[in-house]
């Protein structure tokens, strides 16, 4: 089992930054790929960043490429998501997410195992 917590939440003005962590226990997520994603109200679940876990190969939404970063610290058993340039569309509840599927779907919400409790992200304008 693997026991996930996001932190680093809150609220900012739109242009400003914000570094969401997700920090694992339970088992090392070495060999885990991790993916973030988001909810806003009344939507459904969306895809935000993913990261390999062997190649360090990154992947991201559309609307986040160029403005969020997803990084990783094995040694801490630890993923980031680094957001810049923060827009009132980004408002959300923020996941993180552990997966041992393949990375051809990494986008898929379904094919994760792990996810964490959320921490909410809002950005005004």
């Known amino acids: 089992q693997v026991q996930l917590v996001e932190s680093g939440g809150g609220l900012v003005q739109a242009g400003g930054s914000l570094r969401l962590s997700c920090a694992a226990s339970g088992r090392r997520i070495t060999t885990y790929h991790m993916g973030w994603f988001r909810q806003a109200p009344g939507k459904e679940r969306e895809f935000v960043a993913a990261i390999n876990w062997s190649s360090g190969v990154t992947d991201y939404a559309n609307s986040v490429k160029g403005r969020f970063a997803i990084t990783r610290d094995n040694s801490k058993n630890t993923v980031y998501l680094q957001m810049n340039s923060l827009r009132p569309e980004d408002t959300a509840v923020y996941y993180c997410?552990?997966?041992?599927?393949?990375?051809?779907?990494?986008?898929?919400?379904?094919?994760?195992?792990?996810w964490g409790q959320g921490t909410q992200v809002t950005v005004s304008s």
């Open positions: 997410a552990a997966r041992t599927k393949g990375w051809s779907t990494v986008r898929r919400p379904l094919d994760y195992d792990y």
